[in-house]
C-alpha cells in the first residue's frame, strides 16, 4: 500500500511524509477517522513509507524489498495487533485469516467484516490480555532489522484494561519504535492511551473521491460511481459494500425521474409504475429492464430522491448554483423547477422521510409508494 493507494487525505499525507524526512516522527499515533475513511490504508501507507530502503520524498518506491514485503503483509518489522476471539488466543493465532482479508478486502474493510471472517458470529472480539503480554514481548529490548520497528493496533477500541499493560511501551518507547494505532471511536479508547499519543483525524473521503476512485478500480460507470459515492456518506467500506451487492446495477436516477413523471402525468401510469418498482416487472412494457427492489434498495432509492431534491432546492433558490447533479439529472431538474414551488419541494421531502420510515418497518410498499405516488401527483398539480 503506498500513499497514493489511500482514498484522500493529501494534507495528512504530506504532514506524516514531512516529518519523517524531517525526522520527527511520532512514536505513538493514533490515526482517526469514521469507518470507511481509511485509517487502516493510511497506516499501511505509512508504514510502507517509514519501511521502504529508497523512499521518495512524498511516497514509498513500491519496488525495493522492504516495500514487496510490507505489501504482503510479512514484512518481520512491520507487527500487527487486532480483536481476536477465544481465551488467551492472540493476533498471531489468526495471522493467516488477517492477510487473507487484507489481501482480498483490502484495507477498508469493516470490525464486522474481520469478526465475521475469524467467526466471531455473536461472540465479541477483543485485544486481550495475552496479546497485550505478547506485544509487550516483541517491543521491549529488541531492535528491527530496518530503521523502524512498528505496530499498527488495529481498534484499540477492543483492548480492556490489560491494555494499560501498553503504558510503558508507550511513555518509555525502545529506540526507532513506532505505534500506530487505528481507530474509529474516540470515546470508547483507554483515556491512559489516548492521552499519551499523537492524534491523527482523518475526514471522510469526498464524493468525488469516493466516485472516481469507484470508477478507477471497480470500472463501474460514472452514473453508477457517483450514485454510490453520495449514498454511501463518505464511507468508502459502504461504497465497496453496495458496489459489491449490486447496488450499482440499477440506475436509480432514470428510475427516480420516470417517477416523477409520471406523477405527474397522473392516474393508470401510476398504478403500473408502482406495479413494477415492486415487483421488478412492467405489466404492460415487457421491454423495460427488469428491476430488483426489496426493502434496502427502496429506501436507497427514496434517500437518492432526498439527495436530488435537495439539490433541486439549491438551484430553484439560485439558478447559478454549482450542483452535485449529472448532466442528465440537471436536465431532469430544470424541467422540473417551472413544475414545483419550494414548498412543495418540502413537502415530497417530508414525504420520502415519512415512507423511508414505514418501509424500514416492514410496511406494504406498493400501498407506501402509491399513495406517495397520489400525493405527489397532487402537489404537481395546483400550479399555473
Ligand atoms: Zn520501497
Given amino acids: 500500500m503506498q500513499f497514493s493507494d489511500v482514498i484522500g487525505q493529501e494534507k495528512l499525507k504530506h504532514h506524516l511524509a514531512e516529518t519523517f524526512r524531517a525526522g520527527r516522527t511520532a512514536h505513538a499515533q493514533i490515526f482517526l477517522g469514521i469507518e470507511g475513511s481509511g485509517q487502516l490504508a493510511l497506516a499501511l501507507a505509512y508504514a510502507q513509507y517509514l519501511l521502504c530502503e529508497t523512499p521518495g520524498e512524498h511516497d514509498s518506491c513500491g519496488q525495493c524489498n522492504a516495500c514487496k514485503k510490507v505489501k504482503k503483509h510479512i514484512h518481520p518489522d512491520l507487527h500487527f495487533s487486532y480483536p481476536t476471539i477465544g481465551t488467551g488466543k492472540i493476533s498471531t493465532d489468526f495471522v493467516k485469516e488477517w492477510r487473507e482479508i487484507l489481501n482480498e478486502t483490502g484495507p477498508y474493510l469493516s470490525v464486522m467484516q474481520w469478526l465475521q ?121 459502504k461504497a465497496l459494500q453496495m458496489a459489491g451487492d449490486g447496488t450499482a446495477d440499477s440506475d436509480l436516477a432514470t428510475l427516480f425521474a420516470s417517477w416523477l413523471r409520471i406523477c405527474y402525468q397522473g392516474r393508470e401510469n401510476m398504478v403500473h409504475w408502482v406495479e413494477y418498482f415492486n415487483s421488478g416487472k412492467h405489466p404492460l412494457d415487457e421491454k423495460l429492464k427488469p428491476i430488483s427492489m426489496g426493502r434496502k434498495e427502496q429506501v436507497l432509492f427514496l434517500q437518492y430522491g432526498l439527495f436530488f431534491l435537495r439539490e433541486l432546492t439549491q438551484l430553484k433558490l439560485n439558478p447559478q448554483t454549482q450542483t452535485r447533479l449529472s448532466d442528465t439529472e440537471q436536465k431532469t431538474a430544470v424541467g422540473l423547477i417551472k413544475l414545483l414551488a419550494l414548498e412543495h419541494i418540502d413537502k415530497i421531502m417530508q414525504l420520502f422521510d415519512d415512507t423511508i420510515y414505514f418501509v424500514e418497518r416492514n410496511a406494504n410498499g406498493k400501498i407506501l409508494f402509491m399513495d406517495a405516488s397520489l400525493q405527489i401527483h397532487r402537489l404537481f398539480k395546483p400550479l399555473p
Fill in 117 to 237: 471472517k475469524i467467526g466471531a458470529e455473536n461472540q465479541q472480539g477483543n485485544i486481550n490480555k495475552a496479546e497485550c503480554v505478547d506485544i509487550a514481548r516483541k517491543f521491549s529490548f529488541t531492535k528491527g532489522e530496518g530503521r523502524y520497528k512498528i505496530l499498527v493496533l488495529w481498534m484499540p477500541e477492543f483492548l480492556d484494561k490489560e491494555g494499560n499493560r501498553l503504558l510503558k511501551l508507550i511513555e518509555e518507547p525502545e529506540p526507532d519504535t513506532v505505534f500506530i494505532l487505528v481507530a474509529e471511536r474516540q470515546e470508547k479508547i483507554l483515556n491512559t492511551i489516548l492521552s499519551r499519543c499523537q492524534l491523527v483525524k482523518l475526514s471522510r473521503p469526498s464524493d468525488e473521491e469516493i466516485a472516481n476512485r469507484l470508477q478507477q478500480d471497480l470500472h463501474l460507470g460514472q452514473a453508477q460511481a457517483r450514485q454510490i459515492a453520495f449514498l454511501c456518506e463518505g464511507n468508502y467500506t
